[in-house]
């Protein structure tokens, strides 16, 4: 079983280093109100967790930016997603 | 950058190459603005390249187009926990030239593509994100870049930014995707000698089998896996329903990693090396969840447009035609100096009506209805289908009619006469 990090392990990122694409619009939405976190199950590449005190925590540097964490937050909406800068972020060797 | 380019093509994968070399092909001033550091550097697909439609835009695209294998098998494997039962589809014919398939990789596909649409005259800006579309009352005049300064016009502009399209919802053309609408798919691949592909998939040099496979590699969400064989790497994937990710509580990657682990599967993966991993959202609402494709100034092509053949695995092709579609429409309204306006640009949707596209999405319209609310085709079927045959083929002692009717009566027991009758029928109407 390879974990997902050694899999981002094999691809090639240029990251836009303090300027992250995606933010979590209100972090107490998620800590409160959403119940199933489904971002945190979803997100093809792990880039949320979520920690123990109910808090999701999010991490862009191993995003593939496929779109499902903007498109699976239907409740709340809480997800403000733009794609990187151009030229940043994923840059797929093969696609 | 403040001059006015006849038309702005937003993205440089099929659809938007299909569209940009269209129009540059015949004279327009095109500018092609591309996010990614080279064409295809964002782009994610499996990939099969159907000859046709590219046939369509670049007739000659084989003498220099960078191709893996052409196809000369198709198997179909229903897949239990330990087994499959599948069928296998092998022609000469698919071995003839002029080719009707090949799989590609897609970062060296889009990069050769976007080559010969700057060949054919349009101009091509990657690295550089567009942020919003540029609007005069109701009218798209425009795009706004990420660059300084970065407003720039077109008469048109056609967006080909794929499944996500932000810019149509920002611009509230396109409500948000919904999680049934839309397939995740995460994929890798996995790289070997050209000689142990050729000895695993008994094929030539050159020569190509893609595996489609439904079952329980699914774990009960709506999706498919596949594995296809390039010149000298495998790519398998996996897909589901992203509403069907979101109640299952599997994580995609885990749920690849279980389908490699496949008995099947395995032995084929054995020794290869894993160079990429990849994820991707495949827009497979269908025909219903179309959005608005054109309106004044603008244009939808490609993912953007819902435009995938979740049914027969086709997309690109559907891409490339949409895009060239998009593009003959502009060409022909520029002939006779007919405005980019909504009145004139549903001529793009009459022709897609009568192409191949609308078509087929219209045939399949009920199918992703039908397998939401039937679980059975993705659990049980798969489940008795393979148990049938491993009862039939065990030679144990017990005689063949004994056999039949434990066989029945499994069918029976899990779904009844009735039930069985009306997944019959469900499955014949989604297909009819």
């Known amino acids: ?95 | 950058m403040s001059e006015k380019f006849d038309a702005i093509v937003v993205g440089a994968g099929p659809a938007g190459n299909s569209a940009a070399y269209t129009l540059a092909k015949a004279g327009l001033k095109v500018l092609q603005l591309e996010r990614g550091e080279y064409p295809g550097s964002k782009n994610v697909q499996g990939a099969i390249l159907y000859s046709d439609a590219l046939e369509r835009i670049i007739p000659d695209f084989r003498e220099d187009a960078p191709l893996e294998r052409h196809l000369i098998e198709q198997r179909m494997w229903v897949l239990d926990d330990e087994s499959y039962v599948g069928t296998h589809y092998r022609s000469n014919e698919f071995n003839t030239p002029p080719y009707n398939r090949y799989t590609i990789i897609r970062a060296q596909f889009d990069k050769w593509f976007s080559k010969k649409v700057q060949e054919a005259g349009a101009l091509v800006i990657c690295e550089t994100t567009v942020r919003e579309l540029l609007v005069d009352g109701k009218r798209v005049i425009g795009v706004q870049t990420d660059r300084d300064g970065g407003s720039i016009y077109a008469d048109v502009v056609v967006l080909a930014d794929g499944v996500n399209s932000l810019l149509a919802k920002k611009a509230g053309f396109h409500p948000e995707l919904e999680p049934k609408d839309v397939a995740l798919a995460v994929k890798e691949i996995h790289f070997f000698p050209e000689t142990t592909i050729e000895q695993r998939f008994n094929i030539g040099a050159d020569e190509g089998v893609v595996i489609e496979m439904v079952g329980k590699i699914t774990q009960g969400m709506v999706g498919t896996g596949f594995l296809y064989t390039n010149k000298e790497s495998l790519t398998i994937g996996v897909g589901c329903m992203l509403s069907d990710f979101k109640a299952q509580k599997t994580t995609p990657y885990a749920l690849l990693e279980q389908m490699k682990a496949h008995p099947a599967i395995k032995p084929l993966l054995e020794g290869g090396e894993m160079k990429e991993y990849t994820a991707h959202l495949i827009p497979e609402g269908g025909y219903n969840a179309i959005p608005q494709l054109y309106g004044d100034g603008w244009m939808i092509v490609g993912d953007a447009g819902m435009f995938v053949n979740a049914a027969h695995r086709e997309g690109s092709n559907l891409a490339m035609t949409s895009g060239r579609l998009a593009g003959e429409t502009v060409l022909e309204l520029k002939a006779r100096n007919a405005p980019m306006i909504a009145a004139n640009l549903k001529l793009y949707k009459t022709k897609l009506d009568a192409s191949f596209v609308m078509k087929d999405l219209k045939k399949y319209q009920r199918l992703p209805d039908v397998l939401h609310k039937n679980r059975q085709f993705m659990t049980t079927y798969p489940e008795l289908v393979n148990q049938a045959v491993h009862e039939i083929l065990k030679v144990d002692g017990v005689d063949k009619k004994t056999k039949e009717r434990a066989i029945r009566k499994s069918f029976v027991g899990k779904r009844s006469w009735f039930g069985l009758m009306g997944d019959a029928f469900k499955l014949w109407r989604a297909f009819e």
């Not at chain 1, 997902?4 to 109100?33: M, T, W």
């Not at chain 1, 976190?37 to 979520?50: D, E, H, Q």
């Open chain 1, 1 to 95: 079983m390879i974990k997902v990090e050694e899999k981002l392990f094999q691809n090639r990122y240029r990251v836009d280093s303090g300027r992250p694409h995606i933010d979590i619009a209100d972090p107490e939405i998620c800590q409160v109100a959403c119940k199933s976190k489904p971002c945190t199950v979803c997100c093809p590449a792990a880039c949320y967790t979520a920690e123990g005190d109910g808090r999701v925590t999010l991490i862009t540097d191993g995003c593939l930016e496929c779109g499902t964490c903007r498109v699976i937050c239907t409740e709340h909406r809480n997800v403000h997603w733009e794609y990187p800068r151009g030229g940043y972020g994923i840059l797929f060797k093969f696609g």
